[in-house]
C-alpha cells in the first residue's frame, strides 16, 4: 500500500510539470490542462491511501490511541470536496470571459485561505496534544516529580515531531504558511473587489503610508519571532493571522485597477509559496515542488508585466501610479485639435486598405465589443486585406486578457501577434485601429523623455499609414498621461461607442 | 543530509525548473497559464486532507474542513474554466 502511495504521488509529480510544458504551446495545452488535472487526481488518491494505511496501523497498534483519529473525520474531507465541486462547477461554467480577472483573483485567494487554514490547523494538532499532556502532567504532579520531567514536552517539541523537523523550523514555516496565505486571502479580495468595481480602482493613497506599512511589516516580523519562540502564547497565532489580512488589504488598496496584471501575476505566486510553506509545515514534499512551480510561474509573469511597462515592481508596488493627472509637456499651452470621422468616411479607408492592424485594449472588453471586432475583421479579410491583432502584453486587466476574449469570439491564434511581431512592418500597415487601448499606443513612450511612460515598449500605430482610434472621449488613459496619439496628422478619432462603430463598420461593408 | 536540507534544495530545483517552464509560454497563453497554475496551487488540498484526518479537536477539524473546501473550490474551478478558455483557442479554419 505504501508503494502505491508513492507511485501515485510521483505520477502526480511528473503529470504536474508535463502539463505545465504542455501549457507551452497552442496546440497541445488543452490537453496539459487535463495532465495536470490528472496529476491531481492522483496526488488526492494517493493521499487517501495514506491517510487509510495510517488507520489501519493506528488501530492494529493501540486500541486506545485509535479514538484520537475520529473517524468521521473522511466525512469532512468528502464534504469540503463536495463543496468544492458545487461551487467551483458552476463558477466555472457561468463565468464570462471578460470578467475572467476576477474569477482568478477570487480563486487565488481561496487558494491563500486554504494554506492559512492549513498551517493553523497543524499548529492547533500540536496545540491540541500540548493540552492534553499538560492536563495528564496537572495530575501526577506531587506524586512524582521524576514523571513530570519525563512527560513534560514543549510545545515546540510536538510541533517539530508532528511536522517531521526542528520544531522551530517547523514553527517558523507554520508561520509563513499563515501570512503568506492571509496576506493573499485578503489581497485577493481586495483585487477581486477593484476588478469587479465594487471598490474604486483609483489607488488609495494616504500620507505616511509607506512609513505606516513599513511599520506593519516590522509588527509582523515581531510577532513571528515571539510565536517561534514562544507558541505557548496562546494569543500570539491569532494576532499573526489578523496581521497578514491587514497587511494583504494595505499592500493592494494603493494599486490602481491598470496596474492589476501585476498584481494578480504577483498574488498567483503568492498563493504557489503559501502551499510551498504549508508542504515544509506538514512535511509534504508534493506541495513544496508544486507550491515553487505556480510560485516561479507568478514570478515569471510579474516580470514580463513589469518590463512591458518598463517599471520596477517596487514602482508598481508602492508609487501609487495614475493618481495624479500628469500634463505631458508637448501638450502645454498649445491648442490642438483633433480630427474626427464618421464610421461611413472610415468605411471608404478600410474597404481600400491592404492591411490592417487591431488593438485592442481594456475599453473593448468593457464594450463587449470582441465579437462584433472578429466579425469585422472577417469583412475586411474577405475584402482582400490582411488582419493582425497586436496584443500589447498589459493590455486588459490581466495577463493574456485580450486573447482570451479574441480566442472567445474564434480569432485564430495565428492571427495574435505580440508587438514586436508588428512593429518592425507598421510602416506597411494602412490602417491601424485602436480600439479602446490609449496608454500601450502613446507615441511619447518612445520620443518623449519626461513623460511618465517614457521607455516602455508600444504598438507603434503612429507609424501607420492611418491610425484610427475608437475612442468615447480624449480622456487621458489609466496612467493620466495625455496622448498626443490623437492630434497627429494620420490620427482619426472615432468617438462613441465601441461596439457600435464597429457594428456600424460591419454594416457598411456589408450593404457596400 | 537532513531532512529540512533536502527539502530546501527540492523547493530550489523545483523553482528553477518552473522558471525555465513558464518562461516558454507564448503571451496568448498567460491567461489560461495563470487560471491552470491557480488550480495546481490547490495542491494544498492533499495537505488540509491529511491535517483534517489527524485532527484531534473539532477547533482542528472544523479548521481542516474548510481548508479542504477552499482548496476543492480553487482545484475543480480553476481546471474546469482553464479547459473552457483553452477549448475556445483554435487554429485558422480548426
Partial sequence: ?512 | MDKIQISAFIFLLAMFLGLELIRKVPAQLHTPLMSGSNAISGITLIGAMVVASQAESSLGLGLASAAVGFAAVNVVGGYLVTDRMLAMFKKRGA
Avoid at chain 1, 496501523?57 to 473525520?73: K, N, Y
Avoid at chain 1, 474626427?340 to 468616411?345: A, N, Q, R, V
Avoid at chain 1, 466579425?375 to 496584443?391: I, K, M, S, T, Y
Fill in chain 1, 1 to 512: 500500500m505504501e508503494a502505491l502511495a508513492t507511485i501515485l504521488f510521483v505520477g502526480a509529480g511528473v503529470g504536474f510539470i508535463l502539463g505545465l510544458r504542455m501549457l507551452a504551446h497552442p496546440e497541445t495545452a488543452r490537453k496539459g490542462n487535463l495532465v495536470s488535472a490528472c496529476a491531481m487526481g492522483s496526488a488526492v488518491l494517493g493521499t487517501l491511501v495514506t491517510i487509510l494505511e495510517a488507520r489501519r496501523g493506528l488501530a492494529s497498534d493501540a486500541v486506545e490511541t485509535a479514538a484520537s483519529a475520529s473517524p468521521d473525520a473522511l466525512l469532512y474531507v468528502a464534504g469540503g470536496l463536495l463543496v468544492g465541486a458545487v461551487v467551483g462547477i458552476p463558477a466555472a461554467r457561468l463565468v464570462k470571459m471578460t470578467s475572467m480577472p476576477e474569477m482568478v483573483a477570487i480563486f487565488n485567494g481561496f487558494g491563500g485561505a486554504a494554506s492559512l487554514l492549513v498551517g493553523w490547523g497543524t499548529f492547533q494538532r500540536a496545540s491540541t496534544a500540548h493540552q492534553s499532556a499538560q492536563r495528564v502532567l496537572d495530575g501526577v504532579t506531587g506524586d512524582n516529580s521524576a514523571i513530570t520531567t519525563e512527560v513534560n514536552v514543549s510545545l515546540t517539541a510536538l510541533l517539530g515531531s508532528f511536522g517531521g523537523g526542528d520544531g522551530r523550523f517547523i514553527t517558523a514555516t507554520i508561520f509563513l504558511a499563515i501570512l503568506i496565505g492571509g496576506v493573499t486571502f485578503t489581497g485577493s479580495l481586495i483585487a477581486f473587489g477593484k476588478l469587479s468595481g465594487f471598490i474604486t480602482t483609483r489607488p488609495l493613497l494616504y500620507r505616511g503610508q509607506n512609513l505606516i506599512n513599513g511599520l506593519l511589516l516590522m509588527v509582523i516580523a515581531g510577532a513571528g519571532v515571539l510565536l517561534v519562540m514562544n507558541p505557548e502564547e496562546s494569543w500570539v497565532l491569532p494576532v499573526c493571522i489578523g496581521l497578514s489580512f491587514v497587511l494583504g488589504v494595505a499592500a493592494v488598496v494603493p494599486i490602481g485597477g491598470g496596474d492589476m496584471p501585476v498584481v494578480i501575476s504577483l498574488l498567483n505566486s503568492y498563493s504557489g509559496l503559501a502551499a510551498c510553506a504549508a508542504g515544509f509545515a506538514t512535511d509534504n514534499t508534493l506541495l513544496i515542488i508544486v507550491g515553487a512551480l505556480v510560485g516561479a510561474s507568478g514570478i515569471v509573469l510579474t516580470r514580463i508585466m513589469c518590463l512591458a511597462m518598463n517599471r520596477s515592481l517596487a514602482n508598481v508596488l508602492f508609487s501609487g501610479f495614475g493618481s495624479v493627472t500628469k500634463q505631458s509637456s508637448g501638450a502645454k499651452g498649445e491648442h490642438r485639435e483633433a480630427r474626427s470621422l464618421t464610421p461611413h468616411d472610415a468605411y471608404y479607408v478600410l474597404e481600400a486598405a491592404s492591411s490592417v492592424v487591431i488593438v485592442p485594449g481594456y475599453g473593448m472588453a468593457v464594450a463587449q465589443a470582441q465579437h462584433a471586432v472578429k466579425e469585422l475583421a472577417d469583412q475586411l479579410e474577405a475584402n482582400g486585406a490582411d488582419v493582425r491583432f497586436a496584443v500589447h502584453p498589459v493590455a486588459g486587466r490581466m495577463p493574456g486578457h485580450m486573447n482570451v476574449l479574441l480566442a472567445e469570439a474564434n480569432v485564430p491564434y495565428e492571427q495574435l501577434a505580440e508587438i514586436d511581431d508588428v512593429n518592425p512592418s507598421m510602416e506597411t500597415v494602412d490602417v491601424a485601429l485602436v480600439i479602446g487601448a490609449n496608454d500601450v499606443v502613446n507615441p511619447d513612450a518612445k520620443g518623449n523623455e519626461s513623460s511618465p511612460l517614457y521607455g516602455m515598449p508600444i504598438v507603434e500605430v503612429n507609424r501607420a499609414r492611418n491610425v484610427f482610434v475608437l475612442k468615447r472621449s480624449l480622456r487621458t488613459g489609466f496612467a493620466g498621461v495625455e496622448n498626443p496619439l490623437f492630434y497627429l496628422e494620420n490620427t482619426s478619432m472615432i468617438f462613441g461607442d465601441a461596439k457600435a462603430t464597429i457594428e456600424a463598420l460591419v454594416g457598411e461593408f456589408k450593404s457596400g
